[in-house]
């Protein structure tokens, strides 16, 4: 029974805890939250998201490489909170400030243990994990590393709960934790095995053969899955890294400054001044190795996970920093052990140095592709006759995703690497279906499946147009049309209007050929009369931006115009959409005729509907 006086110092102890962590939180919520949203999803995220909009995400997860709880709680997210890029990132980064929350638990049973600080090493504890870039970085990620982060720290409060006060509830806590644990990521749990070595060292008699059988029911609980799918997901492993033991000693470089910083040897003597104990009496002060337990289960945590990592990934590609973000805690636990071994004033100088660096720095980051500025600059020009294809070596996930967004919900995006992959019975006779049923068909093209090229050029489909990116020489964005028997009219130089086609959102495509060169540089206009005959909206342009003079005879050029009104929005109402083609002699512009003796061609009439009248 507590005395009245504990149950006071305890009660205090969590408030001053408690006046300490609410703006630690504060500061982890707006690293955390600071660009969340400035990346595009990358490949994995969009991998992530392609699972919540499947009708059956367990039935690509035992054809995948993943376990499933992270992509089944997310899925549960995306259903409450939506889909856009802030919303489904915000899951990962609402785990992180859980884990900063979970390790004031973790670490007052290791002070306890230690006979350190209540307070303090707590305390110091939280806040590095609050500036710790790998969790910062993740946590703006829609990936379960944080998750796993959490459910380690949950799992390893609940053990030395558990070791030190008894109780069946910790005991469950901790062995359905290190199931979950299996269940978010397969590597995460060599946490639970280097557990299990650091109980098999530590405890004795009845309390170690517990131990140890908890351990082997949270192995059973995830039996049923790893012995269902694992067969299946081993296939689809690929090379992601390079092997590590026999070949580059630079990723353990990188991996040491992923997690210590560019200030290593500062961080790096804290992390190994954290396995002792500093004794300060008098003016004398001692190093101690006992109580050893808790240095001991932060260096198995550490150091075990990432022996058996490592060893692993010289037969199975297992290796990517972002992979072994299951260090985290113990890589700032033993920093936090280090620097309670130093007194103040230098222990609070080398925690300023450290939040400084931490506020200032990134250590833990990469580029993504910009997938959604691409597509923002390209969608524009992918009206509501068109599909678009995603084709991309890897996975399509992420640009399928970024398209989705980006265009009207009734034109068609399809990944065609995630459709073999996951319908390969559908996509032999779909393919040239969903082809055929369209005469604009836009590819995203960045691989080396030629299926989609193939059927574009049997089925009549001829290369309109192509856009590039600046940010990867490699991917491509081509349009294909199927041009009609008839063309829309011929000028009496030899231009031809092959096809024309116009939209409610003021777009017009035009597609021009020329069976001869042309003898002058013509600019083409698209334009929009109302019912009364006047001008209210136009777009001129050189085709394609590129000088009429210059084209190859018989090559189709796209020309993709959005006509813009002359005085703000148009009223609802008929309008005529036409082009006009025409060159500059001097002053003077000069309409080109077709062979019927028109300077200008009408298209037909376009119905808008303004909504805000």
């Known amino acids: 029974m507590q005395s009245v006086r504990d149950t006071h110092t305890t009660h205090n102890l969590i408030v001053r805890r408690m006046a300490w962590l609410l703006p630690i939180l504060l500061l982890a919520v707006v690293t955390r939250f600071w660009g969340i949203d400035d990346q595009s999803l990358w490949i994995d995220e969009g991998f992530t998201w392609y699972l919540t909009q499947s ?13 499933p709880l992270y992509f089944l709680m997310i899925d549960g997210w995306v259903a409450l909170t939506g889909d856009s890029v802030l919303a489904m990132r915000t899951f990962s980064l609402l785990a992180s400030l859980i884990s900063i929350a979970l390790i004031v638990p973790v670490t007052d049973e290791l002070a306890r243990w230690r006979g350190s600080s209540r307070l303090l090493l707590p305390i110091l504890a939280a806040l590095l994990l609050a500036l710790a870039d790998s969790e910062n970085f993740l946590a703006q990620e829609v990936r379960s590393y944080t998750l796993q982060t959490t459910i380690i720290l949950l799992g390893t409060w609940a053990m030395l709960r558990w070791i030190r ?27 639970a095995v280097a557990q299990g070595v650091w109980v098999l060292i530590v405890l004795r008699g009845r309390k170690r053969v517990i131990a140890v059988g908890a351990l082997i029911v949270a192995a059973l609980l995830a039996a049923p899955w790893l012995l269902n799918t694992l067969g299946q997901q081993s296939d689809n492993l690929v090379m992601v890294d390079r092997r590590i033991l026999s070949e580059d000693i630079g990723i353990l470089a990188d991996l040491a400054f992923r997690w210590l910083g560019r200030m290593w040897p500062l961080t790096g003597a804290l992390l190994l001044l954290g396995l002792v104990h500093v004794r300060y009496q008098a003016e ?85 592709q910009p997938w959604r500025d691409m597509a923002a600059t390209t969608a524009p020009y992918i009206h509501d006759d068109a599909v678009l294809l995603v084709e991309l070596g890897g996975d399509d996930y992420a640009p399928v995703y970024h398209y989705t967004h980006a265009l009207p919900a009734d034109i068609p995006v399809r990944g065609l690497t ?99 060169a042309l003898d002058a540089d013509y600019t083409t206009s698209a334009f929009l009369l109302n019912s009364d005959g006047q001008l209210v909206a136009q777009q001129d ?62 298209l037909g009439t376009l119905h808008l509907d303004n909504a805000a009248e």
């Open 55 to 67: 009708p059956n995400p367990i039935f690509i997860l035992t054809r995948d490489v993943h376990p």
């Open 418 to 516: 995630s459709w073999r992959r996951y319908e390969p019975e559908t996509y032999e006779a779909g393919l040239p279906a969903l082809i055929d049923a369209h005469d604009t068909v836009w590819l995203f093209y960045w691989g080396k499946d030629t299926s989609a090229l193939a059927w574009l050029d049997e089925l009549g489909f001829r290369r309109t147009e192509e856009i590039r990116v600046d940010f990867n020489p490699d991917v491509f964005l081509w349009r294909y049309d199927r041009l009609p028997d008839v063309p829309v009219a011929v000028y009496e130089n030899g231009l031809v209007l092959a096809d024309a086609a116009y939209f409610n959102d003021l777009g017009v495509d035009l597609l021009w050929a020329s069976d001869m």
């Open 284 to 368: 004398n002060w001692r190093i101690s190795w006992r109580p050893y337990a808790p240095a001991l289960l932060l260096i198995l945590w550490l150091v075990l996970s990432l022996m058996l990592t490592f060893i692993a990934n010289e037969r199975l590609p297992l290796y990517q920093p972002r992979r072994v973000n299951f260090i985290t805690g113990a890589v700032v636990l033993l920093i936090a052990f280090g620097l309670t071994n130093i007194q103040r004033p230098a222990r609070w100088l080398l925690v300023g140095a450290i939040v400084v660096y931490g506020l200032t720095t990134v250590d833990f980051w990469r580029d993504k």
């Open 541 to 602: 342009s050189a085709p394609d931006e590129r000088p009429t003079s210059q084209w190859n005879p018989a090559t189709l050029v796209y020309d993709g115009k959005l006509m813009q009104p002359a005085a703000g929005p148009l009223p609802t109402g008929d309008y005529t959409v036409g082009v006009v083609v025409y060159r500059h002699e001097g002053d003077n512009l000069v309409r080109l005729l077709t062979t019927e003796g028109d300077d200008s061609v009408i």
């Open 165 to 191: 006060r008894g109780g069946t509830g910790w005991l469950v806590l901790w062995t359905l934790s290190n199931a979950a644990l299996v269940y978010t990521f397969y590597l995460a749990a060599l946490v």
